[in-house]
């Protein structure tokens, strides 16, 4: 808890290069899955990494067997977790095992490790989540809990999500974002934001690089439908090859174009004002009513976020 709020202050400091030689030094190793012996417990964990690299591949939109069609895209884990999970800020897979079962504000209960994954499933990949017993989340949770292999249960890892940024005094502003997309994202995500395929329309080989936007992104209900985890991710992480040591764009290029890209059209999901029964519970940026406070949908997925989280606050006291 005081490395993780030692690691944020530093952040907001905007002092990000000087902590990394620091960080190493806290940070676990990575344990590889190439060293593993191929007895059954080790070609879980193989499938496990598959099923992160190349979802789309196995069980994704366009795959041969109707039954395995889990993934409502053709994205991989690893476009979001990105290195299969394993880079810092580029909200990692690591260290997590052991910290679920926990509370989530969104359902409103404990969740597993599996119900995790599978909100990821039915919002980020857009599909439908899979069973428990299925050999597709077995070998999931079986990579997931090797990647934690040597951490302590409950010991929160540094370096987890995707960063935290400065926010701005003003709301992040669509029509400034689109210079920015245009001249920093557009090369690669196709100016579409439709992103770059492998093969053709139907084929199971996934993106060379991930669409943004439109119907085969991550549907409005995902974590990175929210502007605080989507500009964080893209200052931290992008363009591809950016890390947290050292960020490409400035904090309000970042803020900016997060607004332009969540601003674009992506698919829906059903039923999202059931998410957070507790309002006060529910996190400033989701773009979706209703709320406790009387800030409107624009100001919740755009910002500014300081006068909301006042507000919510304010409330919490109220209750007490
Ligand atoms: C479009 C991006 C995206 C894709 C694709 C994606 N995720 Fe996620 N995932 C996220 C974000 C963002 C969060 C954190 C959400 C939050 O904290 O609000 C997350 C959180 C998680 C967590 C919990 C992490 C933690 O720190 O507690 C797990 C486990 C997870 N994802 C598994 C998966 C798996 C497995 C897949 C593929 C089947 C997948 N995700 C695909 C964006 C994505
Ligand atoms: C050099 C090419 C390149 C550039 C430039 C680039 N990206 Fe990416 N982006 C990628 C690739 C490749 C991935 C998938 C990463 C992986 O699988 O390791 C990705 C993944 C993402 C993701 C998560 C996956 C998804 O589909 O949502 C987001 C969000 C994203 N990029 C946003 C941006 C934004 C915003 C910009 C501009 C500031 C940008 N990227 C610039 C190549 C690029």
New binding site residues.
Partial sequence: MAIQGWITSVLVAGLVAVSGDALAQTVWTVPEVGALPRDGHGERVRLGRD??TA?YSL?GPNVGEPARR??G?N???????LSA?TRKFA???FG?YG??P?YSA?SGSEIS?ED??N???T???N?RP?PSDAPEMRA?VAY?EFLSTGVPPGERLPG???GKMPELTRAADPSRGKPVYESKCLACHNTDGSGLRRGGQGSTLGYMV?PLWGSD??NDG???A?LI??AN?VHFNMPHGADYLDPQLSVEEAWDVAAFVLSQPRPRRAGLANDFPDKLLK?VDAAYGPYADGFSEQQHKYGPFAPIRAEIERLKQERR
């Fill in positions: 099923l992160i979802t069980i889990y993934a895209n994205l991989a884990c690893t476009n979001c977790h999970g909200l990692p897979l997590l910290l679920f926990q969104r490790i995790r994954l909100s990821c499933m919002r980020s990949m599909g899979l999931l997931i987890l999500g995707a991930p992104s991550f995902a974590g990175l929210r985890n989507f991710f996190p």
